[in-house]
């Protein structure tokens, strides 16, 4: 077996990662590849956190016309929804999984507490965080960004649609550059939109690598956790 490179994780999966080839809502077929892999990457001792984001269903942005903050809570409950989903998948096959919500709803998760997440993770749990911070106007990637402070984990492996950070849309432009390494403050400078600018800064302050990958080959994250260099990093490089 492969030993890891790193012990505590933290993994960032888009919704839209959990849509696959619907596009819209939880694409099973998709939802079942990814567990795959990351029970794959849980029998290899990593300790493994999870934020999953909820664009599948709803975005806050989509909310024209209506007030952000109610937007941004629609956007937090979509997020219930697919931790709930990828719970149920990993414990289909036997995973133990516990999802922890930012915004209390006791019947159908726990609440998010600091030293409960890190003593599930200590026993060999996979935490799922949902509800984002539980805070309006804070995306999904400053909740991977915070939480993976907190719990005192290693890296965050971000998985994209992309497979990296380019200098522009690489759907919309075929000779967009990939970058292979990013300091912190290039992301920032360059207004790469790999995270927002929140996210990126917590990282920066506590020296919190990250990994951006592409989940449309989950066996990624299996190259990712081996030390495999894909996708981008994104850490303190001199230039």
Known sequence: MVTPKYKRVMLKISGEALAGRKKVGIDTETLNEISD??????????????????????????????????????????????????QDSLESR?????????????????????RRAVRH????????????TGNPYFSTDTTAA?????????VILLAKKVDGVYDS??????????FDKLSYIEVLNKGLGVMDSTATSLCMDNKIPIIVFGIDKPD????????????????????
Not at 225 to 233: F, H, N, P, Q, V
């Open 37 to 86: 892999k990351i029970s794959e990457a849980y029998k290899m001792g990593v300790e493994i956190s999870i934020v999953v984001g909820g664009g599948n269903f709803w975005r806050g942005r989509s909310g024209e016309g209506m007030d952000r903050t109610t937007a941004d809570h629609m956007g937090m409950l979509a997020t219930v929804i697919n931790a709930l989903a990828l």
């Open 121 to 132: 993770l200590e026993k060999k749990r996979i935490v799922i965080f949902a509800c984002g």
């Open 94 to 114: 036997n995973i133990p999984v516990r999802v922890q919500t930012a915004i209390e709803m006791r019947q159908i998760a726990e609440p998010y507490i600091r």
């Open 220 to 239: 990624n994250i299996l190259k990712v956790l081996a030390g495999e260099e894909i996708g981008t990093s994104i850490g303190v490089y001199d230039k």
């Open 169 to 178: 849309d690489p759907v919309e432009n075929p000779d967009a550059k990939k």
């Open 146 to 154: 915070l939480r993976a402070a907190e719990i005192d984990a290693e």
